[in-house]
């Protein structure tokens, strides 16, 4: 059972950045994808982006593209998600998540691992 371990949340203004990361126990199959979900009160929970372990391609969902990236470290038991801009919209709790790739494919029902989740709220 591997354990992702998120850290970085916190509050920011409107045009800030912010950079969270993930750890997880372990490493995990080339053919999963490592990625970040996030829900805002009284909305589903939806995907950010994801980083495929293998090629270590990247997907970022279209609202944050050009804003957010992820990136990871060499040993791909850490990886980042930097915010920049950030919008009032962006206010939720961020999950760290892991499971098959695509993570686009199935939503949160595809995940076999989320993190406890961080906060981050953006004031306008």
């Known amino acids: 059972q591997e354990e992702l371990v998120e850290s970085g949340g916190g509050l920011v203004q409107a045009g800030d950045s912010l950079r969270l990361t993930c750890t997880s126990s372990?490493?995990?199959?080339?053919?999963?994808?490592t990625g970040w979900f996030r829900q805002a009160p009284g909305k589903d929970r939806e995907l950010v982006g994801y980083?495929?372990?293998?090629?270590?391609?990247?997907y970022i969902s279209d609202p944050m593209k050009g804003r957010f990236t992820i990136s990871r470290e060499n040993a791909k038991t850490t990886m980042h998600l930097q915010m920049n801009g950030l919008k009032p919209e962006d206010t939720a709790i961020y999950y760290c998540a892991a499971g098959p790739a695509p993570l686009t494919a199935n939503g949160p029902r595809g995940v076999k691992y989320w993190g406890q989740g961080t906060q981050v709220t953006v004031s306008s």
């Open positions: 372990g490493r995990f199959l080339s053919s999963w994808g």
């Open positions: 980083i495929r372990q293998g090629s270590g391609v990247t």
